[in-house]
């Protein structure tokens, strides 16, 4: 009877919550709600509402309510509960690389994973039934080129256009490789803009993945006024020739002379 009781409170507390927009709680959270019953009590009939599909633990201690809409994926879209859950970890944090770029329209090949920034310290990968959330540490996340983007429960932080294309070179290696990344880039510049570019060149990013990302927006997407703000913003540095590919041999290839790239490997986008 007393099993019954606790899951019937915590069902309809959950769809108390839910009426007012909130698709997510934590375990501290009903531990005060719920004072007179154990953590075992609560965490049996958690389990319980978890194999009905109604909740899910995607870390440990922080839950996901799954409206009706959503039983069939077992499982809310990140996008739903990212900020929520870094909110419950208390850490800074932004949607990029591929997820971002499918936010801002160049979804040419949805990703099947997102792709979560954070400063230390790492975080295992999130492998929940039907999602999984890699974490990117960057010792230092950017002070320039995050956005806010409205979702059905709030606000998630994103990276820009300026800012993922950035981050798409310098961490492609996370995303299938230049190639890739060349495809993604050619429906992501449409949402780019020379001043926003400027702006996000503020952050400190590596002069090698500025000149790669140069040279894609330059010799391979033919984005020239792009590809300008980059090459003004390194007119006063000290570069260095550098593979496109770093896997690549890179004996008898030609060498870009503006951009200081050694063309070692061909580009085949998907466009």
């Known amino acids: ?28 959270i009903l531990r005060k709600e719920f004072p007179g019953y154990s953590d075992n009590a609560i965490q049996v009939n958690l389990k319980r509402l978890s194999q009905k599909n109604k909740v899910r633990s995607v870390l440990k201690g922080f839950y996901v309510i799954i409206p009706p809409e959503y039983s069939n994926r077992k499982i809310l879209p990140p996008e739903l509960f990212i900020d929520s859950l870094f ?25 099947q994973e997102s792709y979560v920034f954070i400063n230390k310290p790492p975080l295992r990968s999130t492998k929940v039934e039907g999602i999984k959330i890699n974490y990117v540490v960057k010792s230092l996340l950017p002070q320039v080129g995050i956005e806010k983007r409205k979702t059905e429960t709030g606000y998630i932080n994103i990276s820009s256009a300026e800012l993922t294309a950035v981050d798409l070179v310098e961490y492609q290696h996370r995303v299938g490789g230049l190639n890739r990344v060349a495809t993604v880039l050619f429906e992501l510049t449409e949402a780019m803009s020379p001043e ?21 927006l330059d010799c391979v997407l033919n984005k020239n006024e792009l590809a300008s703000v980059i090459k003004n913003h390194m007119a006063d540095k000290k570069v260095f020739r550098i593979p496109l590919s770093s896997t690549a041999n890179k004996d008898g290839a030609s060498t870009n002379l503006i951009w200081k790239v050694i063309e070692n490997t061909k580009i085949e986008t998907d466009f």
């Open 87 to 111: 909110k419950f970890l208390e850490r800074p944090y932004y949607l990029g690389l591929l997820s971002a770029a499918a936010l801002h329209g160049a979804a040419h090949q949805q990703p």
């Open 1 to 28: 009877m007393q099993k019954e009781r606790i899951y019937n409170y915590l069902e309809s507390y959950l769809q108390n919550i839910q009426a007012e927009g909130k698709l997510n709680f934590s375990l501290d």
């Open 196 to 216: 926003k570019l400027t702006e996000v060149l503020q952050n400190k990013f590596s002069l090698t993945s500025l000149q790669r990302l140069g040279y894609l």
